[in-house]
């Protein structure tokens, strides 16, 4: 078992140990893939506590298992040309777009151990829920857009926007893949893309939203409280996990 599986909180109450690891920019999604799949595995042996993986990616269009091709609108060479990979992945939902600006997230549970459970539908509320606050935070109002995944702003106009996207998976009830915040990405990719096979609404920033620009960092030490909440976990900053943890 983990030596640093449990740490007591200031009110007394003891939380499991959740590792934070900050990856950075640049991160190639095909190498954090990897990793995940070797911390899942850790995960499951039980040689390793819940771990949340924090990073950005270079320009690249994901599709999960259930994408339409055809929701790649931009052609071979104006994909190669703007220098953003295509990836197929094995995560639920379409395609979506990663790039520099946005904080991607990928949370490494065992929702068999408390705090959690098993229940993929309470673990999807529960991320967008710790993002919800996370944005909340920013002075910004969100909140879930019935029938569709994700946090959203804008609702009760009509013209909602989305500001963070969730694509998961589990194996053996081991969570996988996880949320993407934009905080400040190029959007005009977005138009390159339907995102998550939504055609009716659009995609913001918070950058857009506030009016000024806000930096991937500033969310980090939001975004591990927040998460943390919400799941019951004490977050403790780890380094030296398996890739290069590179500051902007």
């Known amino acids: 078992m983990p030596e640093d599986r449990e740490q007591r909180h200031e009110s007394g109450n003891v939380r499991p140990i959740c590792r934070v690891e900050w990856l950075g920019p640049e991160q190639g999604y095909w190498e954090t893939w990897a990793l995940q799949k070797r911390i899942a595995a850790e995960r499951l042996a039980g040689t390793r506590p819940d771990t949340l993986l924090l990073l950005e990616h270079p320009p690249t269009l994901t599709l999960g298992r259930s994408a339409d091709a055809a929701h790649i609108l931009a052609d071979r060479d104006t994909l190669a040309r703007d220098g953003i990979a295509v990836v197929e992945s094995d995560r639920g939902g379409d395609v979506t777009y990663h790039g520099p600006g946005q904080l991607v997230g990928y949370p490494i549970l065992n929702l068999r151990e408390p705090p959690h459970q098993p229940d993929l539908h309470a ?9 919800i606050r996370t944005v909340g935070m920013f002075g910004i109002d969100a909140g879930r857009f019935p029938g569709n995944t994700g946090v959203w702003t804008g609702l009760g106009t009509a013209h909602p926007e989305k500001v963070a996207a969730i694509g998961i998976k589990t194996s053996r009830w081991i969570t996988q893949h996880g949320f993407a915040l934009n905080v400040c990405p190029n959007l005009a990719h977005f138009d390159l893309i339907v995102p998550c096979g939504i055609h009716d609404y659009g995609v913001t920033s918070l950058s857009r939203l506030l009016g000024r620009e806000v930096s ?25 996990i398996g890739l290069c943890a590179n500051e902007h």
Not at 123 to 131: C, H, K, V
Request: contains cysteine; hydrophobic residues 50%.
């Open 216 to 240: 991937v960092v500033e969310t980090l030490p939001i975004v591990i409280a927040q998460f943390a909440h919400v799941f019951g976990l004490e977050c403790v900053r780890s380094e030296g």
């Open 123 to 131: 673990y999807l509320r529960g991320i967008e829920e710790a993002l």
